[in-house]
């Protein structure tokens, strides 16, 4: 209406302005119904340009229903990331609708890592169970694999069936969330983000004890969703350092403007920033010049300069008792052989905590013999 009214000097309404934005989008992008049209022919083409991509497309009634996307390189990939996957679905801002569903994890960088898509009507029992299976499909059986979502009841029924073995985590950032707009408080949140991320059980039940004096209410509300959902300690599974879904929530921001396009289109730029990312990640890695990826040597760094002070004392078998630490933090027992520290951070994150650096230190050993393969330099160049 402004540009109208300074070229021509013309007063243009908002209904006449709305249109002819409309007519011009649609012969610039073409009409939404050829762009469905489309899909089966483009998702043939990018699986036969890139191999062991897997893709799908479910039609009812001659209209389009669901479809699913995985690429070659995603597939590859994923088999040397953490096996922590952040699932979430977003609305699409179509004149037809409809949601994005992604999975997305973190490589050795913690750099984003999306593995599949789909695109369906809406988020129900139906739906995640189509893109779930694919993705078995596309991931295959997953040894020690953690799901952390949103508290989307479809999503946690269709895991139990599809993916019975592995184990589903709540964002701790939703339960806060809920916490707030159920409660009309915010007062808890910082002690509940004390609690979900502590180490050890014996942490988390001293610091959940502040929680109940704040309020009981709150408390029995976090208590009656299980510890094992959203707090580090009681996870059933191996959760690493991921404790929120903001990962496939990343993913939905970066595809803000895209989920304006139509469908193809919205395909075709999902395809180029993955091979963009894909592209800088890879150069990157190529470039790292130290044992683990660059956050995390950063991280084990840290540890170190906390491990020169600690007094190590060996116990006679495979464990190793260490002082307190410089920050005032207790000490820890450490056993080499499991990789485990009363502590809880070495066995959760995989990377040694400082009582863990203080005792190779100690025993002449290299602290990266004790870091998860999934943080080095190679692991993040393979994926």
């Not at 951070?345 to 009582?355: D, E, G, R």
């Not at 203080?358 to 080095?376: D, F, K, Q, W």
């Given at each position: 209406?402004?540009?109208?009214?300074?070229?021509?000097?013309?007063?243009?309404?908002?209904?006449?302005?709305?249109?002819?934005?409309?007519?011009?989008?649609?012969?610039?992008?073409?009409?939404?119904?050829?762009?469905?049209?489309?899909?089966?022919?483009?998702?043939?083409?990018?699986?036969?340009?890139?191999?062991?991509?897997?893709?799908?497309?479910?039609?009812?009634?001659?209209?389009?229903?669901?479809?699913?996307?995985?690429?070659?390189?995603?597939?590859?990939?994923?088999?040397?990331?953490?096996?922590?996957?952040?699932?979430?679905?977003?609305?699409?801002?179509?004149?037809?609708?409809?949601?994005?569903?992604?999975?997305?994890?973190?490589?050795?960088?913690?750099?984003?890592?999306?593995?599949?898509?789909?695109?369906?009507?809406?988020?129900?029992?139906?739906?995640?169970?189509?893109?779930?299976?694919?993705?078995?499909?596309?991931?295959?059986?997953?040894?020690?694999?953690?799901?952390?979502?949103?508290?989307?009841?479809?999503?946690?029924?269709?895991?139990?069936?599809?993916?019975?073995?592995?184990?589903?985590?709540?964002?701790?950032?939703?339960?806060?969330?809920?916490?707030?707009?159920?409660?009309?408080?915010?007062?808890?949140?910082?002690?509940?983000?004390?609690?979900?991320?502590?180490?050890?059980?014996?942490?988390?039940?001293?610091?959940?004890?502040?929680?109940?004096?704040?309020?009981?209410?709150?408390?029995?509300?976090?208590?009656?969703?299980?510890?094992?959902?959203?707090?580090?300690?009681?996870?059933?599974?191996?959760?690493?350092?991921?404790?929120?879904?903001?990962?496939?929530?990343?993913?939905?921001?970066?595809?803000?403007?895209?989920?304006?396009?139509?469908?193809?289109?919205?395909?075709?730029?999902?395809?180029?920033?993955?091979?963009?990312?894909?592209?800088?990640?890879?150069?990157?890695?190529?470039?790292?010049?130290?044992?683990?990826?660059?956050?995390?040597?950063?991280?084990?760094?840290?540890?170190?300069?906390?491990?020169?002070?600690?007094?190590?004392?060996?116990?006679?078998?495979?464990?190793?008792?260490?002082?307190?630490?410089?920050n005032g933090k207790r000490g820890g027992d450490v056993n080499l052989v499991e990789k485990t520290c009363t502590c809880?951070?070495?066995?959760?994150?995989?990377?040694?905590?400082?009582?863990?650096?203080?005792?190779?230190?100690?025993?002449?050993?290299?602290?990266?013999?004790?870091?998860?393969?999934?943080?080095?330099?190679?692991?993040?160049?393979?994926?």
């Open positions: 209406m402004r540009d109208v009214k300074r070229v021509y000097g013309i007063e243009l309404s908002y209904e006449k302005a709305w249109r002819c934005r409309e007519k011009t989008l649609m012969y610039v992008r073409g009409r939404p119904e050829n762009s469905y049209l489309k899909i089966p022919s483009y998702l043939y083409i990018l699986q036969q340009k890139n191999p062991g991509t897997i893709t799908d497309i479910v039609v009812e009634d001659d209209r389009f229903k669901y479809c699913f996307f995985s690429l070659g390189a995603c597939r590859r990939g994923f088999s040397f990331c953490r096996p922590v996957i952040s699932i979430d679905g977003t609305c699409l801002e179509t004149k037809y609708g409809g949601i994005m569903l992604c999975v997305v994890t973190l490589d050795a960088n913690n750099q984003l890592f999306p593995i599949a898509f789909g695109i369906v009507d809406s988020e129900n029992n139906d739906s995640w169970t189509y893109f779930l299976l694919k993705l078995k499909e596309a991931i295959g059986e997953v040894h020690n694999l953690v799901f952390v979502s949103n508290g989307h009841q479809s999503i946690e029924h269709v895991i139990d069936v599809v993916f019975p073995d592995a184990c589903h985590c709540a964002c701790y950032h939703h339960i806060a969330m809920n916490v707030v707009d159920k409660f009309k408080t915010d007062a808890c949140n910082k002690q509940i983000w004390t609690v979900a991320y502590t180490f050890s059980k014996a942490d988390f039940d001293k610091e959940f004890q502040k929680v109940r004096k704040m309020d009981l209410v709150i408390a029995a509300y976090l208590e009656d969703i299980g510890f094992e959902k959203w707090a580090r300690p009681y996870c059933m599974g191996d959760r690493y350092n991921v404790m929120t879904s903001n990962t496939a929530e990343s993913i939905n921001i970066v595809t803000e403007e895209a989920k304006k396009f139509l469908i193809t289109n919205l395909i075709k730029f999902i395809r180029f920033t993955l091979q963009t990312w894909f592209t800088d990640h890879f150069l990157k890695a190529d470039k790292c010049s130290t044992p683990l990826t660059e956050i995390f040597e950063g991280d084990l760094a840290l540890k170190l300069a906390d491990a020169k002070f600690l007094n190590v004392q060996h116990n006679g078998s495979d464990v190793y008792n260490v002082g307190r630490c410089p809880g951070l070495f066995q959760m994150i995989k990377i040694p905590c400082p009582h863990a650096c203080a005792t190779a230190i100690e025993m002449n050993m290299s602290v990266y013999a004790l870091c998860s393969p999934y943080y080095t330099k190679e692991t993040w160049k393979n994926t």
